[in-house]
């Protein structure tokens, strides 16, 4: 096993927020590979949420961002199953982030489930009157649109949406780093947003 300075486990949980034994496993286990450690962690991650994710959910925070002068905002209730977690400073950023990060994108739902039908249908329709433009054959018309919904909806789905403040992960993955980082169960629960003059 390699040996690992001190000041690589640093830049590591620096990156990661992952506590010390983590980053020097992880490190370990990847022979100093920094890369290969990070992405280490995001799978512990995983894991952990996986592991985490039955468990009630009844304490929390509610976050506003408020953008264009007030003109664009977003409440957004992120839940967790204690107080101790509801005012940890990291939870509470996230949270944050995520309003911050509603208002840039706006999503249609936290899940794929959660995105309204009849906008499914619409979309749908408009990829298959697509599709039928290509002259493809009748039986390829309809992967040709499902490809497409299927891209919609990730795109439209908070979960799966790359993070306004660092693309290379999605929403799900920095949830997760902070369920691997805390060792609670959190979810995002519901969220608002609203403009003027929409309505």
């Given at each position: ?82 107080d101790f977690v509801a005012k940890n400073e990291d939870f509470q950023d996230f949270a944050r982030n995520i309003a911050m990060h509603i208002a840039a994108t706006n999503p249609l ?52 949406q790359p993070y306004v403040r660092n693309p290379d992960m999605t929403v799900a993955d ?26």
């Amino acid at each position: 096993m390699a040996t690992i300075s001190a000041d690589l486990v640093k830049q590591l949980r620096e990156k990661t927020g992952a506590g010390i034994m983590d980053c020097k496993n992880a490190l370990a286990e990847n022979t100093g590979d920094m890369e290969k450690a990070v992405e280490y962690l995001r799978k512990k991650g995983l894991a952990t949420a996986a592991k985490r994710a039955g468990r009630a959910l009844s304490e929390g925070t509610i976050q506003s961002y408020i953008h264009m002068g007030g003109k664009l905002g977003v409440m957004v209730e992120v839940g967790c199953e204690t107080d101790f977690v509801a005012k940890n400073e990291d939870f509470q950023d996230f949270a944050r982030n995520i309003a911050m990060h509603i208002a840039a994108t706006n999503p249609l739902g936290i899940r794929p489930e959660e995105i309204p039908q009849e906008i499914i249908d619409k979309e749908m329709e408009i990829y298959m009157a697509q599709a039928k433009e290509t002259g493809k054959p009748e039986n390829i018309l309809e992967k040709i649109a499902q490809g497409k919904l299927q891209k919609f909806i990730k795109e439209n789905c908070l979960m799966d949406q790359p993070y306004v403040r660092n693309p290379d992960m999605t929403v799900a993955d920095l949830l997760n780093e902070l369920i691997a980082k805390i060792g609670e169960n959190i979810t995002v629960k519901r969220f608002t947003r609203f403009q003027v003059g929409e309505a």
